[in-house]
């Protein structure tokens, strides 16, 4: 076959692959409109929520995952919920699933590529690195990422944070 020909068969495929690569897709659908913005403005016992309050036990494992719905019902389920009289719209959701003894599917939309590996136990429970040095700055995040933040979770900048504090920078240290 000649290589005329080969390109002329290949050159729908690449068209088809450039307008769908150019396409923006919506973003995952979520169980709730969930607010970082807004829970991370939240005091709990005085102080204001953080990560760790939610994702509990993230600084011990392999990856932080979502908090179950047990996790959300330690403030949604108490009878007074700030100065409102009524729940939320979100709040209902919250309160509907639990009464169902169901469980939040969340979409995951961040996640390293199965070669990689970056334990939260070795970042935030050893290391105590802050989750925003990696996640970004989850504060001002009023509904979920739609796509997952390149810039943050690249391996230039894991790289440079590991040069930083001196971690490992050896292709094993991080890569199956």
Known sequence: MSRRVHIQRLAPSWALALVLGCLELPAPSQPIAFSHKLHLTIELNGQLLRCLDCHVGA?????????PLKECLRCHMRPQMGDRAEPTNEEQLVRTLAAREGEFRWVQVTRNPGHVTAPHR????????????????????SEPPRVPNADLLSMSKCLECHRERAAPTECAACHR
């Open 122 to 141: 070795a970042h935030v429970g050893l290391a105590k690195m802050e989750c925003q040095t990696c996640h970004g700055d989850v504060s001002e995040w």
């Open 59 to 67: 600084e011990q494992k392999e990856h932080a995952s979502f908090p």
